[in-house]
């Protein structure tokens, strides 16, 4: 098989990885990091910057296609490496995700919702936001931000001044704090050709900006979710994007769907596909990369997906024979050397007849490790 390159060396780059190789390919990653998750597992590790011109160079003579599981890899790099090999997505998808601003005036010029919002780029931008948004409101960071950093809930004018300080003043998206029904995401696969193949909906639980579970199917109505797919794919469509990607939704109290992020990669939403579904999103984002018919996304199973964060660690990995002592729970883990609060060290997956039923075993076993 052909060799693949893969910019960032995280976990999402770590399961790509695997289902390239398992799949008959070599892959390269590209990672400043000589421990990450996917560098230490790679045929090849390339261990420099992403804007390093010579590794970029060399990636490119090796590599019949470069993908990436980092949003935050500078557009620039993307537009280098175009000049010399196949690359998906496209600098210039990656470009339009980078800031929350340009990002949320993209997905309304597709003619889908977004939060009331309004950009922050000096303290002059709050003199009159009473009459643009409602408090209570969120101040984000418009770059880099990610697991909810870089992010202050203000409860009214004079917070979001200190909030906007805080976050040292740089440019930053003031959005109105929503009422949530429900959290969803679409997880989904666009080819060279256009053609799309979507997974099931994903309904998500964030704790303090993370995510922790993922149910599928999601409980949402029969029409939201085709509504939130079809978005996506307009989203997809007006990126032109080629391979795997999500974007997350809210669903309101009042039920409307609103677009809250793209993320121009696997999403961490759509890990229940490694087990649940007779293709996984890192296999489809393979296959989109080399240009080979999606597989098919069908779900075999009820599903509840739980992030086991650095916190659940303490001074010693839990016992987790208590998760492979059940047959119906498949364990992920990362490889990650360091154990730290909020960082995603892996998650399991809990199939069952029903999501009731995954969700109770979920949790049951959520707890045992959690008192290791
Ligand atoms: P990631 O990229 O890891 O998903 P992030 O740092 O980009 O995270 P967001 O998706 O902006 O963070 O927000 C994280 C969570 O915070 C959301 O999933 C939601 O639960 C809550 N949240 C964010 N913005 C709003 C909002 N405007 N109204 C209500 N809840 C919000
Ligand atoms: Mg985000
Ligand atoms: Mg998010």
């Known amino acids: 098989g052909a060799t693949l390159g893969m910019l ?12 390239a190789q398992t799949m008959g390919y070599k892959v390269i990653v590209l990672d400043p990091d000589k421990n990450s998750p996917a560098g230490i597992i790679a045929d090849q590790h390339i261990c420099a910057a992403y804007t390093d011109e010579a590794a970029l160079t060399e990636l490119a003579q090796h590599c019949a296609a470069i993908t990436t599981e980092f949003e935050n890899i500078p557009a620039s790099t993307l537009a280098f490496l175009e000049k010399r090999t196949v690359v998906h997505p496209s600098s210039s998808a990656l470009a339009s995700t980078q800031n929350r601003n340009t990002e949320k005036i993209f997905i309304r010029a597709q003619g889908i919702a977004t ?43 004079q917070a979001a001044y200190e909030a906007f300080d805080a976050l040292g003043q740089k440019e930053c998206v003031l959005e109105q704090r929503i009422d949530l029904e429900r959290e969803i995401s679409v997880v989904l696969a666009r080819g060279e050709d256009g053609q799309i193949t979507a997974f099931p909906v994903a309904e998500n639980v964030h704790i303090n900006g993370i995510l922790h579970s993922t149910t599928v199917p999601s409980a949402a109505a029969e029409t939201q979710q085709q509504a939130a797919i079809e978005m996506a794919g ?69 599903v509840v997906m739980i992030n086991i964060l650095g916190d659940v660690w303490g001074n010693s990995q839990p016992d987790w024979d208590k998760l492979l ?48």
């Open 8 to 19: 960032g060396g995280g976990q999402l780059g770590r399961m790509f990885t695997t289902a």
């Open 115 to 157: 939060v009331p919002f309004v950009r922050i780029t000096s303290r002059d931008d709050f003199a009159d936001i009473s009459t643009q948004i409602k408090f209570p409101a969120i101040l984000k960071v418009a770059t880099f931000g990610y697991d909810g950093k870089g992010q202050i809930v203000c409860e009214d004018v």
């Open 234 to 302: 307009k989203i997809a469509d007006g990126l032109d994007y080629v391979g795997t990607m999500a974007v997350e939704f809210f669903v309101s109290k009042q039920g409307e769907i609103i677009a809250n992020e793209i993320a121009p990669r696997p999403h961490n939403s759509g890990h229940y596909t490694l087990d649940a579904c007779k293709t996984s999103q890192f296999e489809q984002q393979v296959r989109m990369l080399c240009g080979l018919p999606a597989g098919s996304s069908q779900l075999i199973s009820p």
């Open 325 to 372: 002592n059940q047959p119906d729970i498949k364990l992920h883990l990362y490889g990650k050397r360091e154990a730290r609060a909020g960082r995603k060290m892996g998650h399991f997956n809990v199939l069952a007849d029903t999501t009731d039923l995954a969700m109770q075993s979920a949790n049951t076993v959520f707890e045992d490790i959690k008192a290791d």
